[in-house]
């Protein structure tokens, strides 16, 4: 049987629609708007002038074992992330993923046994039609060749969005949120999600992880945004 030659047709920016010179669905001229990653605190990822970690994670060292963020949550990134999450724009995931794995290969970051995505409650999944947190994993899991597993932990209750709530109210709002379905296999694993604000997400994931017999957990996240004042 003769075997099926498919056309080959070049790749096209996502967010300017011209086509790409790159591997990537993403040009050169869009990819120079994305800014360079600041140095940023080990253990909740804002910026800052020097290595190490800022004064509150020192203070208070979070559960986790340290952050890594692409870029800060501005644009162009915001927009691949609201329309990933608001419009379905799944190309967007893929992207993300993309560059969050070139980064970490770039910077030789310690490979985890699996990737977690976080997960969504099952009546924002059966809203939204996907989990964002899974998409943009999907490539990481691919190019680092580590298992991805999203069905591992489960959000046991519906919280409110993050972003809706002030600073005050977001630690209570995902506290206990989040249940081991069956024993854990996983000794070291990375936590993936789009954004990270307060951290409290992510934290409350990783108290639930560790007290299942997790013993080192990385966060992967797309964006850090700035905090809401308290």
């Known amino acids: ?42 253990g909740c990822g804002i910026p800052l002038p020097a290595p190490g970690a800022c004064g509150r994670c020192l203070q208070t060292p979070p559960p986790h074992h340290g952050v890594f963020c692409l870029f800060d949550y501005a644009p162009p990134l915001d927009g691949l992330i609201t329309g990933l999450k608001y419009h379905g724009r799944l190309a967007y995931a893929r992207l993300l993923g993309e560059l969050m794995a070139r980064r970490l290969l770039g910077e030789g970051a310690a490979r985890p046994e699996a990737i977690i995505p976080v997960p969504l409650h099952g009546r924002r999944l059966r809203e939204r039609g996907f989990n964002q947190a899974v998409e943009i994993a ?41 249940a ?14 789009d954004v990270m604000t307060t951290g409290h997400t992510v934290d409350a994931l990783s108290r639930c992880l560790l007290r299942h017999g997790v013993e080192k957990i990385q966060v992967w996240v797309c964006a850090r945004a700035a905090p809401p004042a308290d």
């Open 180 to 193: 081991v379905k069956g024993a854990m296999r996983w000794r070291h694993v990375a936590i993936v999600d």
């Open 1 to 42: 049987m003769e075997s099926i030659q498919f056309p080959r047709f070049p790749a096209v920016c996502v967010l300017c629609g011209e086509t790409c010179g790159t591997d990537m669905d993403l040009c050169g001229a869009c990819r120079s708007d994305f800014p360079s990653s600041p140095l940023r605190c080990r």
């Open 138 to 178: 999907r490539p990481v899991a691919r190019a680092l060749r580590l298992p991805l597993d999203p069905r591992s932990c489960r959000r046991r209750r519906a919280t409110s969005p993050q972003s809706m709530l002030p600073a005050a109210q977001r630690s209570s709002n995902v506290r206990d949120a989040f």
